[in-house]
């Protein structure tokens, strides 16, 4: 059932309206718990309330080309697992075999096989690299609701085996499943938390058949990365920014300052033990100004070397690795943009886009023709580039000494705004779509097809398959895009020498 009324975090009479409405679905919804809702549940349980109950008014934010490509390659990892199986001959196994309980559970299993002496065993496919714990993906957790709900309907479960990527695998011709796929057996691990498991699916299943609330929600005391997409609706007088913006403010810190009740970075107490970081971003919102070195900020830019180079990487990867020489997960430069600025201030632009299927040899010696022998190359956030270089340094080897050089004079932009030019409206980050927007107003993504490096990535694939016309359209959105972060980067140098 679907609820559909206008409703807004901000306005306590259409909150109000909807909380009156949702006692009475309740009643009539059928709540199915999956494991995809059972993570969500030990994440935020009033977040899986909300989605079950009124889904129409769920954040869900858009459904990204990013996450289409995640969805993608989960299929394709499948793909390969059930590959390797068929080809053995003799393993009787199935796959999506679908479990229901009468209290709601429902499990979709990848495979299942019936073993030699009567027993069964359960896969869980991944696309990670490693079998994961932690909150957001639990493995462990997930494998043990599809255990508890096959049991439950019926169908006993001897081991369980959790299917993940080799991270050392290169693809060499045709994929080779058996090499590229880790078959981990985590059965003692499973039975280890299956009782807790047990408990907390039974706790969710009563949760979601009580009524609750709009008011807060358990995320008020994690840090904002693992806030749910929820937060705001059931938060809504949290202020942005907030205590939740502080740079690298862990969970015991929030805790504290929620306990005396601050939430507003205008409330924090001047005698609360901040790191000096946070501090300066308390201050400068409390002063409503930025926190500005002007001294470090100079001693940054007269340790510059021209001409400047502003460049930019995007690279690609993917789960099931796509080009021979390249593994799981591995990326490798698929373009770069490159504006040139003179010591007499003019600035002239250079790039490259890959359009075939191909890994970047050519990118490389274009870039050799591009950058010159002197000057910085100035990058945001270099270790990123940095990583590119050593990795292409690797395999090709005759280039070596060229990015070995260009890490040497690599600088880094970012590091001017983690302690010397600190504003209160990045909101907690540094990252160049935070601060683009403030110290040059006049610049913005918001107008681009592709507005960030996932999306980026996506385009690329996408421009390999497409035909001509689309594909010179994705090429002219994915060019556009990297050359603005090169030019953001001198707009905002050109900010920092104007203090």
């Not at 023709?369 to 990123?384: A, C, M, Q, R, Y």
């Amino acid at each position: 059932m679907f609820l559909r009324t206008q409703t807004s975090a901000g306005n306590p009479n259409a909150r109000d309206s909807l909380l009156n409405l949702w006692g009475h679905i309740l009643c009539l919804s059928y709540m199915q718990l999956t494991k995809t809702d059972f993570i969500q549940y030990l994440n935020c349980p009033k977040s899986l309330w909300l989605l079950k109950t009124a889904p129409d008014h769920y954040p869900h934010g858009e459904f990204s080309t990013f996450m289409q490509k995640l969805v993608r390659e989960g299929y394709e990892v499948e793909h390969y697992v059930k590959q390797l199986f068929e080809s053995a001959g003799d393993r009787d196994a199935s796959f999506q075999a679908v479990f229901e309980t009468d209290d709601g559970l429902f499990a979709r299993v990848d495979v299942l096989e019936k073993m030699s002496g009567g027993t069964t065993a359960l896969y869980e496919v991944k696309s990670s690299t490693s079998v994961k714990t932690d909150a957001k993906h639990n493995h462990l957790k997930d494998a043990c609701f599809q255990k508890i709900c096959a049991e439950r309907a019926g169908q006993s479960i001897d081991g369980v085996f959790l299917v993940h990527l080799n991270g050392e695998y290169v693809r060499d011709g045709e994929i080779d499943p058996s090499a590229m796929l880790v078959f981990a057996d985590i059965t003692e691990a499973v039975d280890d938390v299956l009782a807790e498991t047990s408990a907390e699916i039974d706790a969710a299943l009563a949760f979601l058949a009580s009524d609750h609330d709009m008011n807060g929600c358990s995320c008020t005391e994690k840090t904002r990365a693992n806030h749910c997409d929820a937060f705001s609706l059931f938060n809504p007088t949290v202020p942005t920014p907030s205590i939740y913006s502080l740079p690298f403010i862990r969970q015991n810190k929030i805790r504290d300052l929620r306990a005396m009740k601050v939430v507003g970075l205008d409330e924090v107490p001047g005698e609360f033990t901040l790191s000096d970081n946070q501090r300066l971003v308390v201050e400068s919102f409390q002063h409503n100004a930025p926190k500005i070195n002007e001294a470090a900020i100079q001693r940054f830019l007269s340790g510059l070397s021209f001409p400047l180079y502003f460049f930019d990487y995007e690279t690609y990867s993917a789960a099931v690795p796509y080009l021979d020489g390249t593994g799981p997960h591995k990326h490798f430069p698929v373009q770069y943009s490159l504006h040139v600025l003179e010591a007499d201030g003019s600035l002239d632009h250079k790039e490259y886009l890959e359009r075939e299927a191909r890994l970047p040899d050519r990118l490389v010696a274009r870039m050799q023709e591009d950058i010159g022998p002197t000057g910085s190359i100035v990058s945001w956030h270099k270790s990123f580039e940095e990583t590119r270089n050593r990795e292409l340094a690797k395999r090709y080897p005759d280039k070596t000494d060229f990015l070995n050089d260009l890490n040497d004079r690599m600088v880094d932009l970012e590091d001017v705004f983690k302690s010397d030019y600190v504003d209160a409206r990045f909101d907690g980050s540094t990252s160049i779509k935070k601060v683009l927007p403030v110290v040059c107003p006049h610049l913005d993504y918001k107008e681009l097809v592709v507005q960030d490096g996932a999306s980026a990535m996506e385009a690329w694939r996408r421009m390999i398959d497409a035909p001509p016309d689309e594909a010179e359209k994705i090429a002219s959105d994915l060019l556009s895009y990297c050359r603005l972060d090169t030019f953001a980067m001198v707009e905002i140098y050109r900010f920092l020498e104007s203090i």
